[in-house]
């Protein structure tokens, strides 16, 4: 069976696989469905739109959308016209109304905000691409903050640009080797999420060939990282924080004896907060301990881990970092500045509360989540917050993202476009609205949602959508 298949499945794998699935039926129910086609699943943003709301506008597209068992905001989605436009080129993708996530990912973060509803400060070790960041701001409403970090480069971007697109204010993005955390930040964070890079075996219905570098050598290698960085999360975690660990893997070695390995380091100051209630459901997946063992054939879903564990106790310091972190380049806006750029943004529609606090570099204005700002000056950050403004003898030049995240459309500041119009908008050209404009510089609309802001010259809205996101194809509609 295994090698008619288009999925490599290699023999030691399948021997691995055979020992955590004793049972034959089982085994046979994990080889089949990992032979067939993943189903596709979206997370709502609530950040921008309400579960309701978002059902109702996607209502004529006859999407059908089944709600993931242990995601409130999360649908599997199956498309009629599934072939003939990406879910990505959608209008409701592009201005942020959701997150094409998988199902199985989604699980994470529920675990951790079951255990603790609103923490204040949280690490996500491994972000890009985003998913869980942002799943996890829109619980936290953008309140309190997240440290974001990645330690790929290429992958800080692509994670920039969804928090971005999804409206995301409270993060601050690093890009650091996660075992600097436990020894730069001891005890620092309420909740911490390692969803840690693994040997990826669940996605093998995403990638046929996901298994084709496997074997039992590459996987005690990643379990070795592995331990070093859940040590490294449970020390930066502050006593009676939660720490969820997770990976998209299959195997004992990456899940369980991570786990344990942190429980016999110090067996006086972790507790197992066993997954049991976290959904109907969860028993068909949860192992002896108290986790989540997800194989595919479970809920026809990728294969997933995940363990929830909170600190009890304090526990001695990791020895402190050899880096420097830089002279940090921002200076908080005083008084007055603070309020002359609040008003001036106000006129222009921008609006946000105590939860960011505005900074300044050079002619640059930022918005900071002021949860966050206790960190500056102990680790180098790649950006924080949003960036709100240019300032110019005239006033100031708003920014695209802060308007994704933080404008709110009247009709005497804001114009609403037609599906062509928006359609030419987000493929970086000029707009010759037709509708009458309430001023010079208005915010764009399109479903009643900022897309964006332009100023008007002679007849036309010059576009100034950011030109890397500038989009070509299909839009929106099959």
Known sequence: MAHSSPVYFPDAFLNTMREALPDTAAFDAFIAISQQPLRRSLRVNTLKISVDDFLKQVAPYHWALTPIPWCKDGFWISREDADSLPLGSTAEHLSGLFYIQEA??????????????????????????????????????????ILANEYSASRVKVLHANLSRCGVSNTGITHFDGRVFGPALPETFDAILLDAPC????????????????????TANIAATQRDLIDSAFHALKPGGVLIYSTCTL???????????????????VQVLPLTQLFNGAEQALTVDGFLHVFPHLFDSEGFFVARLRKTASIAPMEKPGYKVGQFPFTPANRQQANDISAAANKAGIIWDSALSPWLRDKEVWLFPTTITPLFGQVRFSRIGLKLAETFPKGYRWQHEAIIALAQPRPDNSVELSETEAEEWYRGRDIYPAAPLPRDEVIVTYQQRPIGLAKKVSTRLKNSYPRELVRDGKLFKA
């Open 104 to 145: 199985s990912s989604m699980l994470p973060v529920s675990a951790l905000f079951d255990a603790q509803p609103q923490p204040d400060l949280v690490l996500d070790m491994a972000a890009a691409p985003g998913s869980k960041t942002t799943q996890m701001a829109a619980k936290m409403a953008n309140q309190g903050a």
């Open 199 to 218: 040997s990826g075996e669940g996605v093998i219905r995403k990638d046929p060939d996901a298994l084709r570098n496997w074997s039992p050598e590459s």
């Open 251 to 269: 195997n004992h070695t990456e899940n369980q004896q991570v786990v344990h390995w942190l429980l016999q380091q110090y067996p006086e100051a």
